[in-house]
């Protein structure tokens, strides 16, 4: 995994992928936004018909990124972007928060509760970017799509979130 630091992002929340069929998800950075943007990210793989062992990668990687987010960031909002161009599903969370590097110290038998959740984004993907700037952190990770999906992308955005978010001031 790298750590890039450099010049801002064109867009305050989010750097928009050249191609593909992205979804797009902003919410407030609150413990109900991890499940909520799993929600959506499941949602966007079937709508994709991405294969299974893609879709369960992509729900996981979302979780452990927002909850880094929802923990450590001090964000107020979260936003999720999520691309398929040919052989990679791309993922990018930002937020408006500080980029803190963690310690990661797990006990000697290996049960230790948090700290992981970076390492187990880097275990599922071609490149896992971490981009701290001036206005917040942008995490880019790199999912390889082993199979071609079940059938040809649609261009329609995928279902919306709960209604409890909804209503929260999710955009």
């Keep these: 995994m790298k750590t890039v630091t450099g010049r801002e992002p064109r867009s305050p929340l989010l750097i928009q992928p050249s191609q593909g069929n992205p979804a797009l998800c902003s919410v407030p950075a609150v413990a109900a936004a991890v499940p909520a943007l799993r929600c959506f990210a499941r949602v966007t793989a079937r709508l994709w018909r991405l294969p299974d062992e893609t879709e369960d990668a992509l729900c996981m990687i979302v979780t452990e990124l927002a909850t880094n987010c929802v923990l450590h960031s001090g964000s107020p909002h979260i936003a999720l972007l999520i691309a398929f161009t040919g052989n990679t599903v791309t993922v990018q969370i930002r937020d408006t928060g ?26 599922y993907v071609n490149t896992c970017t971490v981009l701290p700037t001036r206005s917040g952190t942008l995490v880019i990770a790199e999912i390889p799509l082993l199979r071609p999906p079940a059938i040809k992308l649609t261009k329609s955005p995928p279902a919306a979130l709960p209604d409890r978010l909804v209503g929260q001031g999710a955009s």
């Excluded at 230790?112 to 275990?123: I, S």
């Design 98 to 123: 500080r980029w803190r590097p963690h310690e990661c110290h797990p006990t000697d038998n290996g049960n230790a509760e948090h700290g992981r959740g970076l390492k187990l984004v880097h275990a």
